[in-house]
């Protein structure tokens, strides 16, 4: 079984799934980093050149590759929701838990990002307007949820490790 990290930016997405991987001795991949690694560039510059959409369908060619894996944990891009292909191949083999945090904590962990704009809006209203977009997406597409506002990657780890094991009773 896989576990795919879902959620926007600023979550925990990475840092948890790295300590998730290893934790549970799981092969850890990166959305993105497929994406980069099949583009041999960054995401800000494939989406300067190629643009959003044509992110979001190389995006989807990872995923469903990654969905044909087994044993890992799955570090996703936060518009990954964008596209119902992508969850129905995440759900196939694997758990999807939805990461959370408030706008404070995100905006704290976004800071020095580079990461390139979604929207044309500030850099606080972007965060606003994103995440009501996607909110109910997110919600809809998770088998779990866990508010990593003000929990140590550590204490999602320890809380996603039991929603494996209760899956696996």
Known sequence: MNIALIGFRGTGKTTIGKLLSKKLDKKLISSD?????????SIAKFVKKHGW???RELESEVIEGMSDLDEC???TGGG????NENIINLKKNGLIVLLTADIKAITSRLRNSKRPALTKSSYLDEIKDVLNEREEKYKKA???SIDTSRLSPEEACD????????ELQ
């Open 159 to 166: 809380l996603i490790t039991h929603f494996v094991q209760t």
């Open 73 to 75: 944990v799955f570090d």
């Open 33 to 41: 980093g497929e994406v980069e690694k099949r583009t041999k560039m």
């Open 142 to 144: 998770a088998d779990y």
């Open 53 to 55: 959409d044509r992110f």
């Open 80 to 83: 990954i929701i964008m596209r």
